[in-house]
């Protein structure tokens, strides 16, 4: 089993940053995908970001997101993290990391969320 853990999330001004992390326990992730999700009031969660575990990580982006956030990991600290620069208010929303593991079609852990609120 793996534990998911976010933090990190906050109130901040349009236009600000913050840096969300993912803290991984249980088992390595290493060979894992790890994805950002996000969840606004009244709407459905929607994908942020992901990294794969392979050489070069090969991360990808909503459109909504690209350009302004980075997704990143540190295998030797089991940690996943997502950079957001810019933030607009609807970014506002609960972040939610997870977990594919190598050869699933589906991201089979989640954390608990993180809530970021940016202000007009």
């Known amino acids: 089993q793996v534990q998911l853990v976010e933090s990190g999330g906050g109130l901040v001004p349009a236009g600000g940053s913050l840096r969300l992390s993912c803290a991984a326990s249980g088992r390595s992730v290493s060979n894992y995908a790890m994805g950002w999700f996000r969840q606004a009031p009244g709407k459905e969660r929607e994908f942020v970001a992901a990294?794969?575990?392979?050489?070069?990580?090969?991360?990808n982006y909503a459109d909504s997101v690209k350009g302004r956030f980075t997704i990143s990991r540190d295998n030797a600290k089991n940690t996943l993290y997502l950079q957001m620069n810019s933030l607009k208010p609807e970014d506002t929303a609960v972040y939610y990391c997870?977990?594919?593991?190598?050869?699933?079609?589906?991201?089979?852990?989640w954390g608990q969320g993180t809530q970021v609120t940016v202000s007009a």
């Open positions: 990294i794969s575990w392979g050489a070069g990580n090969n991360p």
């Open positions: 997870a977990a594919r593991p190598a050869g699933s079609g589906r991201y089979d852990y």
